[in-house]
């Protein structure tokens, strides 16, 4: 007999989040970016990383440089995997942020398995939805076979990772998932709305490609913009990895390693994403402004709003 679909949900996400927080110690993109090596994964300080025990991959995007000496300011803007498992003790500290926004580019079937964000009293959660190109329940039908062979077909070979691959590139042709992008920075460039927090289910892909973004538009160079995209690697590899022994002990998966390329970020995601920007926008500031909708003005705001 096969598990249930909130059983598979609840050993994917419900467990890895619930493990305990971790304590982990302009604006075009390069010519190269899709052959830059990986950065290094360390890190963030740890007046950055915002430790919590529902949410591994939860910090805070100040203190970052820009290219012409400027910074970020801290506690100003937030970055999350979801909220869904935050325990009474992290949304007293999540109310210590003074976040006056969430929003969540979770899609219904996420949030449905997942649940809602558990927020601090008074503060209300908007829905932003960028399309997963169904990897979450792709995800869920191959742990559910509990067949190594039909697990392997699916997810081995590459296969897991050219998924991955695949999904970028819709995070610029798909014409809803660049409204919900473009809505989100308008209401960064809204001071009224900050401090504000964004997140998807893992705080990784949707939330990493828009942290890149603004980064970049900010004036942060690449290579920082990306080691902050790899960052969601070593906040996350403990409690993934906790998740993959427990599909493992539960009989689920004999060989869930074939979950690593879909836990993990790598920079040859992000390149797949930045090739088919720049082929299909000529680089970031067009695909910010006729991809996004964010004008020149909305753009001058938000780095009104982040840098000093």
Known sequence: ?????????????????????????????????????????????????????????????????????????????????????????DVTALGRLGLRTVIDMRVTSEISFDGADRLPTGLAVTSLPVDDTGL?????????????????????????????????????????????????????????????????TSGKDRTGWLSYLLLRLLGVPHTTALRDYLLSNALRRDADAAVRAQLKQAGLMQNPDLLIPLQEVRTGYLAAGLTRLQRDYGGIPRYLSAGLGVDAHTAARIRAQLLH
């Open 1 to 89: 007999m096969f598990p249930s679909r909130r059983r598979v949900t609840t050993l994917l996400f419900g467990s890895a989040l619930t493990l305990g927080g971790l304590t982990a110690g302009g604006c075009g993109a390069p010519a190269d970016a899709a052959t830059a090596p990986p950065a290094r994964r360390s890190a963030p300080p740890p007046d950055r990383h915002v430790p919590l025990h529902g949410a591994v991959n939860c910090r805070d995007l100040g203190g970052y440089r820009t290219e012409d000496g400027r910074q970020l300011r801290s506690g100003r803007l937030f970055r999350s995997d979801a909220l869904a498992k935050l325990t009474p003790a």
């Open 136 to 200: 979450f329940a792709a995800m869920q039908a191959a742990i559910a076979t509990k067949d190594p062979v039909e697990q392997q077909r699916r997810l081995g070979d590459g296969k897991a990772e050219a998924l991955m691959r695949a999904m970028y590139p819709t995070f610029v042709t798909n014409a809803a998932d660049r409204a919900a992008f473009g809505a989100l920075l308008t209401r960064i460039a809204d001071g009224d709305r900050l401090p504000l927090l964004y997140h998807c």
